[in-house]
Each structure stands twice: as C-alpha cells, then as structure tokens.
T-cell receptor
Framework: DTEVTQTPKHLVMGMTNKKSLKCEQH?????MYWYKQKAKKPPELMFV???????INESVPSRFSPECPNSSLLNLHLHALQPEDSALYLC??????????????FGPGTRLTVT | AQTVTQSQPEMSVQEAETVTLSCTYD???????LFWYKQPPSRQMILVIR??????QNATENRFSVNFQKAAKSFSLKISDSQLGDAAMYFC????????????FGEGTQLTVNP
C-alpha cells in the first residue's frame, strides 16, 4: 500500500478565512512533506517533518502553519492568504533511513484558490 | 548545490512507439538517488522508477527503463510500447543520500501520446 490521502480535493477561500489542509499516510513512513506546485512547474518544497519534528522550513511565510499531530497525520493551517498562494498543494511521505528506501510517495493534492 | 536539467519541455510519441526523455544533473556527491515521477492531468505525482547511484545496473519497471550514465551525469527514461495513459508531465528528481531528505526536481517534460 503506497497511499497518501489528502483532503479536501478543492478549496476556495477568501483572504480573511482560516482553513486547514489535511494529509494522512498509513505506510509507517517517518518523514512527511508539504509542497506547493504552480501549473506546469515542479513542486516547491515548503516543509519537512521527520519523526514528527519540523526539520525543514523553506522560509515559508507565516500565513502557512504546519502541524504534525502524530506520525500518520500532517496538517497545513492557512490564514490570511494572498491570491498568489493559489496553487496545488501536495503532501508526500517517505520511509526513514533504517529501511534504505528513500523515495517519496505523493498524495493527490489539494487545489487551492484564494479569492 | 545539486541541479537537475530536463532539456525537452515537450515531447510527443505515437502510440506503441518508444520515446526517451532526457535528464542531466550536477552534483559533487558520489552516492545518491535518482527518480522519475509522472504527473498526469489527474495531478497525482506517481513514482515511475528509481535508481541508486552505486548500482551500475539500469533500473527497469515493466515498459519503463532508464539509461544511467554516472560519469556523464545523465539519467534518461525510455518508455517502450507507449500507451495513451502515459501522457503526462514527467519530472526527473535527485536526492542526496547524505544531506537531508530534499528532492531536487527538473523543470519537467510534457509527454503527448498520439493515437
């Protein structure tokens, strides 16, 4: 099973709204990632959690707030977003070093539109 | 820092024919991973194939195979017997074994399969 799930699939929000994106995996992976992807461009890394601790923050604006409640769940809290934040937000997970397998498995993404 | 270059923004192939997508990368490391991901219009990034740099044998997954030339820092993807479902954006990606979990992506190649 190599499934990563994301909810919602689509989200439209105003600039004053607060919303959250959710990601879940049950593969026992210990690293989880948030990416932002614009049309016809590669994903851009936003955050990495390793063993439920934030290990990488790619200088993402504070209006994006990640949270990792447990090893299977990853949230991205959104507040006061700008129209340029409209994009596809992808979640991914990967195994830890002990397994020797490093590939990232991606979820289907959330299409976010900020109005 | 590592860089990944995909020099073909767009490629097309006739159904049942073979097509090769190019990828070159730059790194000073000797051990790393390389991946090809496929992103169809449904948006989900799907892992197609992985290659470990220390393995000389080229990876193969059914109709997908790679030509890994470590000295030339080249990692091309060959798709045999192309099918309509192969139409997608293909991203080449690099991951260091020693310096964290970050994936470095190329800009992508949009593959069209003509019936």
């Amino acid at each position: 099973d190599t499934e990563v799930t994301q909810t919602p699939k689509h989200l439209v929000m105003g600039m004053t709204n607060k919303k959250s994106l959710k990601c879940e995996q049950h593969m026992g992976h210990r690293a989880m990632y948030w990416y932002k992807q614009k049309a016809k461009k590669p994903p851009e890394l936003m955050f990495v959690y390793s063993y439920e601790k934030l290990s990488i923050n790619e200088s993402v604006p504070s209006r994006f707030s990640p949270e990792c409640p447990n090893s299977s769940l990853l949230n991205l809290h959104l507040h006061a977003l700008q129209p340029e934040d409209s994009a596809l937000y992808l979640c991914a997970s990967s195994q830890d070093r002990a397994s020797g397998r490093w590939e990232q498995y991606f979820g289907p993404g959330t299409r976010l539109t900020v109005t | 820092a590592q860089t990944v270059t995909q020099s073909q923004p767009e490629m097309s192939v006739q159904e049942a024919e073979t097509v090769t997508l190019s990828c070159t990368y730059d790194t000073s490391e000797s051990d790393y991973y390389l991946f090809w991901y496929k992103q169809p219009p449904s948006r989900q990034m799907i892992l197609v194939i992985r290659q470990e740099a220390y393995k000389q044998q080229n990876a193969t997954e059914n109709r997908f195979s790679v030509n890994f030339q470590k000295a030339a820092k080249s990692f091309s993807l060959k798709i045999s017997d192309s099918q309509l479902g192969d139409a997608a954006m293909y991203f080449c990606a690099y991951r260091s074994k020693t310096s964290g979990s970050r994936l470095t992506f190329g800009e992508g190649t949009q593959l069209t399969v003509n019936p």
